[in-house]
């Protein structure tokens, strides 16, 4: 069973840069399987971030931004703000109309 | 503006059904794939099915194929779920969402407000 890692937590200083990954536990990661980010605080809705790799959803600011980083995908979040503090999930497609979720990172901002 | 507005949920006995509707509207339905994504409480996001702009594709995650069913109405605007033989570990948040494609490929874009699905005896 396939399974798509990313890091447990990651904590980052205001202004400053992050880097949160999506892996495989077997394999590369490249854009044939069309990474997405999202990011969700407890109890709302996720919100669309990145799709397909590097496409910026509607609204979103550009701080934000989506890659493959050697073999995986990457989120990277520059100067980091307070609200940027919540749980971030990637998805791959796995083909035949299929999705994995990653297992989800939860970024603090201190 | 898109907005999807999921309904239906509640709180079922186990083996029971349920059917879960996701109202669409600020786009042009038929032509995107849509989604559906649960959240078990203090867990991650689970991927549970997907459909075509068309319906003629569906898709469905290991953990409910052959107990869930997806379709739309494109006629409605509308996405359904049909849930079968439900099990405690069904219990969830269950989002509706559009996928960027016409296929479920490039990722879901959109996303409802969710409706709870609450299995319990």
């Known amino acids: 069973q396939t399974v798509v890692t990313q890091e447990p937590s990651f904590s980052v200083s205001p202004g400053g840069t992050v880097t949160l990954t999506c892996g495989l536990s077997?394999?590369?990661?490249?854009?044939?399987?069309?990474p997405s980010w999202y990011q969700q605080t407890p109890g709302q809705a996720p919100r669309t971030l990145i799709y397909?790799?590097?496409t910026r959803s509607s609204g979103v600011p550009d701080r934000f931004s989506g890659s493959i980083l050697g073999n995986k995908a990457a989120l990277t979040i520059t100067g980091a703000q307070a609200d940027d503090e919540c749980d971030y999930y990637c998805?791959?497609?796995?083909?035949?109309?299929?999705?994995?979720f990653g297992t989800g990172t939860k970024v603090t901002v201190l | 503006e898109v907005q999807l507005l999921e309904s239906g949920g509640g709180l079922v006995q186990p083996g029971g059904s349920l059917r879960l509707s996701c109202a669409a509207s600020?786009?042009?339905?038929?032509?995107?794939?849509m989604n559906w994504v649960r959240q078990a409480p203090g867990k991650g996001l689970e991927w549970v099915s997907g459909?075509?702009?068309?319906?003629?594709?569906?898709s469905y995650a290991d953990s409910v194929k052959g107990r869930f069913t997806v379709s739309r109405d494109n006629s409605k605007n509308t996405l359904y779920l049909q849930l079968n033989s439900l099990r405690a570990e069904d219990t969830a948040v269950y989002y509706c969402?559009?996928?960027?494609?016409?296929?479920?490929?490039?990722?879901?874009?959109?996303w409802g407000q969710g409706t709870l699905v609450t299995v319990s005896s």
């Open positions: 397909s790799t590097n």
């Open positions: 077997s394999g590369s990661v490249s854009t044939s399987y069309y």
């Open positions: 600020g786009f042009t339905f038929s032509t995107y794939a």
């Open positions: 998805v791959l497609y796995m083909g035949n109309g299929i999705y994995v």
């Open positions: 969402a559009r996928d960027a494609g016409f296929r479920p490929n490039l990722g879901p874009d959109y």
């Open positions: 459909i075509s702009g068309s319906g003629g594709d569906t």
